[in-house]
């Protein structure tokens, strides 16, 4: 099995002294399919990265990875066959602790596709013209602190966006399902899993203040599965 990374997740932190504009990236690579019944009631979007799916529910995501490198070469199952063919996966789970997890959604960055799925039997699980887009905003996630989601290509970042008043200590993250959790030297986060590695990338922060951006000094703090973030100065 050849390892391989799964997305590069940014992570950034970003303190804001004045009203954000949300704006959607110029090309942005992830889709964010709404869910209109074709999924269980508690996704509320999905999206496809390299290596797997990232699925958005309340106050948290989901990381479903497969071994695609297994997957090439690989015959097609055979139904009258007494053991069939697998292919290896791992789910991680990121929960964002005490979280606004009733914070309506806004997607934005309408894209010019959308998808239709009739799988199955059933038509109460059919869908068509579920729409994609190019983000999420969740305003109030936490007290006074918005989060986005979106992307860099085919990179997922997600931003936390912190009005006056604001408590950044309040952001708590768990992992569940990894095989190891560490903090390497230049300060990204390694997320490891049977069948690659995620990375996230060393937090950035700044304040806009008299017009500029100022960059505020912020590192992860990892305890156990628990991840925070720390102001040294």
Not at 93 to 114: I, K, M, Q
Not at 130 to 155: C, H, I, R, T
Request: proline share 7%; net charge neutral; charged share 20%.
């Amino acid at each position: 099995m050849r390892s391989f990374f799964a997305g590069v997740v940014g992570f950034f932190l970003v303190l804001l002294s004045e009203h954000a504009v949300h704006a959607s990236d110029p090309d942005p690579g992830l889709r964010f399919i709404e869910n209109k019944n074709q999924w269980p009631a508690d996704v509320q979007f999905a999206a496809e990265m390299p290596g797997g799916t990232m699925i958005i529910r309340p106050g948290g995501f989901s990381f479903c990875f497969v071994d695609k490198s297994a997957m090439h070469g690989t015959p097609q199952p055979d139904p009258d066959a007494l053991t069939p063919s697998r292919i290896k996966g791992h789910i991680i789970a990121v929960s964002f602790l005490h979280a606004n997890a009733g914070a309506v959604p806004l997607p934005f960055g309408v894209r010019n596709d959308y998808y239709n799925y009739f799988i199955g039997k059933d038509r109460k699980k059919w869908a068509a013209r579920a729409q994609a887009y190019a983000g999420v905003l969740y305003p109030d996630f936490y007290p006074d602190v918005d989060m986005k989601v979106y992307s860099s290509g085919e990179n997922l970042k997600y931003d936390f966006l912190v009005s006056p008043g604001g408590d950044p200590g309040l952001i708590s993250i768990r992992y569940d399902g990894a095989e190891s959790l560490s903090v390497l030297r230049n300060g990204d986060l390694r997320v490891t899993t049977t069948v690659g590695d995620i990375l996230e990338k060393k937090p950035v922060a700044w304040q806009h203040v008299d017009g500029r951006r100022v960059y505020v000094a912020c590192d992860y703090n990892l305890r156990g599965n628990m991840l925070s973030f720390t102001f040294p100065e």
